[in-house]
């Protein structure tokens, strides 16, 4: 293996620990396998506003701008195994389920405020329950809807074009940039020649 290539297969290693690593790189693309997981365009449309409650819009666009069901849905059918494909699936009927019992209504019928409230409290819930069982809990629905909303929000041109500082050119080093509170982070586009 050489230099370039043990710097590619690095950054990938570090990239999958840093988002989604206890369920992406577990579950793994496997030759010939056959995905479960079935998700309807009500489905879909449940998940876009799961994520844009996590990334609402404010003066950047939030996750619904960057289909984040769709996004969802392709990562957990083609890297989750069945285990986590249908804790996953299973999560989005306890969504449903806590919205009803919460404010009367579908999840995507409640307002902003109520979504933001009900999503805290299962995030809170699942916080506790990895708190107790930290090495040996079971994956998580809104961890795997967390992590995901995040892993697609922030790898989509959208969020690295108009929610990070984007840098097509990147100049020379300056190791000391000046930085204001509420900056932007600094997106720069990985280089081909690695």
Not at 44 to 73: C, N, R, Y
Not at 89 to 102: F, I, K, M, T, Y
Request: aromatic share 8%.
């Amino acid at each position: 293996m050489n230099r370039r290539e043990a710097i590619k297969r690095l950054t990938l290693l570090m990239g999958g620990a840093i988002v989604g690593a206890d369920t992406f790189l577990r579950g793994g693309v496997l030759a010939g396998k056959t995905s479960f997981l079935s998700l309807s365009a009500d489905d879909l449309a449940l998940l876009d506003e799961i994520g844009e409650t996590i990334i609402p819009a404010t003066d950047t666009p939030g996750a619904k701008a960057v289909q984040i069901g769709a996004f969802m849905q392709m990562m957990v059918a083609d890297c989750y195994d069945d285990e986590h494909q249908a804790i996953f699936q299973a999560g989005l009927g306890r969504v449903e389920e806590a919205a009803q019992r919460r404010f009367g209504r579908p999840f995507r019928q409640g307002s902003a405020a109520e979504r933001l409230q009900l999503l805290s409290e299962i995030d809170a819930e699942e916080k506790s329950q990895r708190s107790r069982n930290p090495a040996g809990a079971p994956a998580h629905y809104f961890r795997l809807m967390k992590q995901l909303t995040m892993l697609g929000y922030f790898s989509s041109e959208i969020a690295c074009t108009q929610a990070l500082r984007y840098v097509e050119v990147p100049g020379a080093y300056r190791g000391s940039e000046p930085y204001r509170k509420g900056d932007r982070a600094w997106f720069v586009p990985p280089s081909r020649t690695l």
